[in-house]
C-alpha cells in the first residue's frame, strides 16, 4: 500500500522532447497517478504528453525520491512467501514486496522497504553499517528524516568516479537522511595489488574507519549478482573477462566486497585479495544483518549469502523469493 504526499503549483506546460527532469512537472503527472489514480494513458491526455513519457516521469520521480512508497508492514501482501522463506533458510524475518513492472527498477521497490524497516528498527543513538549500491540508494532516500543521535558507517571503499551509487554517496545520503556523523573506507574498493590493499588497510585512518565495524548494531548490506545484468560492470568495478574468470572460480557475486560462490564459501580468486572490505568475521559479528536484494537474477547471490550467515533480515521482491524457495 503506498502513501504518497505531494504538493506542487501548477506549471507550465513543459514542450513534449523536453529531457530535463522538472519537479513541478513530475508532482504534477504523479499526483494524478498515484493520488487519483488515473492511469498514465489518462494523465498523458489531460498533460498533453505521451504515455512513454509519463512513464518516464514516473519512473524519474521513484528513483529520485521526489515520490517515496511506504509500505504497511502490519498489511503482509506477501505474507505467505514470507513465512516460507522465514523456515527454510531460517531467518529472524523476511519482508516481501510486490515486484514492479518489467520497466521499472526492482531496486526502486525493494529499497523503500529497506528504508522503511531501518527507519522503523533503528535507535536514536544506534550505528548503522552499509554496503553499497543501488538498493541502498533507494532505502536511503526512503529513510524518515532524524536530527541527529545516529552514526552511519560504511563498510567497504569506494569507486574512483563519483555518483550516487558510489560507497561514499550511499553513505552520504544515509547520514544527512539520519542527520548522524558519517565515517568513511577512504580507498578504492579494489586496490591494484594485494601488496597495496595490505598496506592501505594497515593505514591508520582506514584501521580506524574498518575497526568502526566493532560499534555497529545492525547493518544494511545488498547484493551484487555475477549474471549479465551485474551492475558491477555498469559502474566499473570490474571487467567483463573478471567478471567471467570469478564465474569460473566458482563466484555468484558479492557482499560487502566478499565474492561467494553458491553454497555461501569465500572463492578462491586474484581480485578477493585485493578487495578492501570489513572482514567477514566482523560483519558476521553484528547483532543484526539486513540483507537488501530482489529480482529473480539475484537469486543465487542472495542465497549465498543467507548460507554464509550475512542476512538476519531479507528484505525482497516476488520474482527473488520465489526462485529462492525453489533451491
Not at 507550465?12 to 487519483?36: G, I, L, N, Q
Not at 575497526?211 to 568495478?237: C, K
Not at 557475486?253 to 570489513?278: E, F, K, T, W
Request: overall charge positive.
Amino acid at each position: 500500500m503506498s502513501r504518497n504526499k505531494l504538493t506542487a503549483a501548477v506549471p507550465s506546460p513543459v514542450a513534449e522532447d523536453a529531457d530535463d527532469f522538472d519537479a513541478k512537472t513530475a508532482a504534477r503527472v504523479c499526483w494524478h497517478y498515484f493520488k487519483e489514480g488515473q492511469t498514465q494513458e489518462e494523465v498523458a491526455r489531460r498533460l498533453g504528453f505521451t504515455r512513454k513519457r509519463i512513464n518516464r516521469i514516473i519512473a524519474q520521480a521513484l528513483s529520485s525520491g521526489l515520490v517515496q512508497i511506504t509500505i504497511d508492514s502490519q498489511i503482509g501482501a506477501c505474507a505467505e512467501l514470507e513465512s516460507r522463506l522465514i523456515a527454510q533458510y531460517r531467518l529472524r524475518r523476511a519482508i516481501v514486496v510486490p515486484s514492479p513492472a518489467p520497466d521499472l527498477d526492482v531496486r526502486t521497490v525493494v529499497g523503500a522497504a529497506a528504508g522503511q524497516y531501518i527507519s522503523d528498527q533503528l535507535g536514536p543513538s544506534e550505528t548503522l553499517g552499509i554496503s553499497w549500491g543501488g538498493t541502498i540508494h533507494a532505502a536511503a532516500q526512503n529513510l524518515r528524516r532524524r536530527h541527529g543521535g545516529n552514526t552511519v558507517v560504511s563498510l567497504v571503499g569506494g569507486l574512483a568516479m563519483s555518483g550516487p551509487i558510489n560507497p561514499y554517496d550511499n553513505a552520504a545520503m544515509m547520514a544527512r537522511a539520519l542527520g548522524a556523523t558519517c565515517r568513511y573506507v577512504t580507498t578504492p574498493m579494489i586496490a591494484d595489488s594485494r601488496e597495496l590493499r595490505d598496506a592501505l588497510v594497515r593505514s591508520t585512518h582506514v584501521a580506524a574507519a574498518l575497526a568502526a565495524v566493532r560499534s555497529v548494531n545492525r547493518a544494511l548490506l545488498s547484493a551484487v549478482d555475477l549474471t549479465n545484468r551485474s551492475r558491477a560492470l555498469e559502474y566499473g568495478v570490474i571487467t567483463r573477462d573478471t567478471l567471467r574468470s570469478l564465474r569460473t572460480a566458482g563466484a555468484v557475486g558479492d557482499i560487502a566486497g566478499h565474492y561467494l560462490n553458491a553454497s555461501g564459501s569465500l572463492v578462491s580468486h586474484p581480485l578477493v585479495d585485493r578487495v578492501i572490505s570489513v572482514d567477514l568475521t566482523s560483519l558476521r559479528a553484528v547483532g543484526e544483518l539486513v540483507l537488501a536484494a530482489g529480482g529473480a537474477h539475484k537469486a543465487a547471490i542472495i542465497r549465498a549469502g543467507i548460507l554464509a550467515r550475512l542476512c538476519h533480515v531479507l528484505i525482497t521482491d516476488e520474482a527473488a523469493a520465489e526462485a529462492l524457495l525453489a533451491f
